[in-house]
């Protein structure tokens, strides 16, 4: 089955540490997108890339990075600058030429202790 | 700035009757819209969605209205089900419908639907 596969599904990660949530589709979407969701603040762009060796910052870009080196992988590093991590990371992708309907994977949780 | 809004964090519904979930956005450059429901630790999944040039789209149970003058959209279920208990979130892109390409989508804060027995 074709999809969106995000790990891991939990992770802990101590302060100061950078930390790398894996996100990969085999839906042969050309593009890609991180979302951060927070209580309250609904799902926030942090980064999207719209084909290979090329990204965009979202609205929320700092102290993350991304790389896109091949279609099906769009992996996201949670920095050390990144102030406030804790939170609810999504993957979502989408074809070329679609209006929008991004498809979503199951999300990674991440806490900093 | 908060450019796409729904103002109400919850609402609850009973079995059998409408629920209707509303969404407000201040960019007048969005031209397509769409409506997502997440359940709790799962990601989003696509429900409906509609361009500016129309101002209603059916899908089943599902009915969304664009209002453009007011820059307002509405998601009616009718019947609501206990199935539907979610949180629904409002989604708007600017260019969609002209460049028809991936463009990134600007979320609202969700309104969580409880369909009470």
């Known amino acids: 089955d074709g999809g969106i596969t995000q790990s891991p599904k939990y992770l802990f990660r101590k302060e100061g540490q950078n930390v790398t949530l894996s996100c990969e589709q085999n839906l042969n979407h050309d593009a890609m997108y991180w979302y951060r969701q927070d209580p309250g603040q609904g799902l926030r762009l942090i980064y999207y890339?719209?084909?290979?060796?090329?990204?965009q910052k979202g609205d929320i870009a700092e102290g993350y990075s991304v790389s896109r080196e091949k279609k099906e992988s769009f992996p996201l590093t949670v920095t050390s600058a990144q102030k406030n991590p804790t939170a609810f990371y999504l993957c979502?992708?989408?074809?070329?030429?679609?209006?929008?309907?991004?498809?979503f994977g199951e999300g990674s949780r991440l806490t900093v202790l | 700035d908060q450019q796409v809004k729904q103002n109400s964090p919850s609402l609850s519904v009973q079995e059998g009757r409408i629920s209707i979930l509303n969404c407000d956005y201040t960019?007048?450059?969005?031209?397509?819209f769409l409506w997502y429901k997440k359940y709790p630790a799962e990601g989003p999944t696509f429900l409906i969605s509609i361009s500016s040039i129309k101002d209603k789209n059916e899908d089943g149970r599902f009915t969304v209205f664009l209002n453009k003058s007011a820059k307002h959209l509405s998601l009616h279920i009718v019947p609501s089900q206990p199935g539907d208990s979610a949180v629904y979130f409002c989604a708007a892109s600017a260019g969609g419908v002209v460049t028809g390409g991936g463009n990134k989508l600007t979320f609202g804060t969700g309104t969580q639907l409880k369909v009470e027995l």
């Open positions: 979502a992708s989408t074809k070329r030429g679609n209006t929008g309907e991004l498809f």
């Open positions: 960019n007048s450059m969005f031209d397509y």
């Open positions: 890339s719209q084909i290979v060796n090329d990204f």
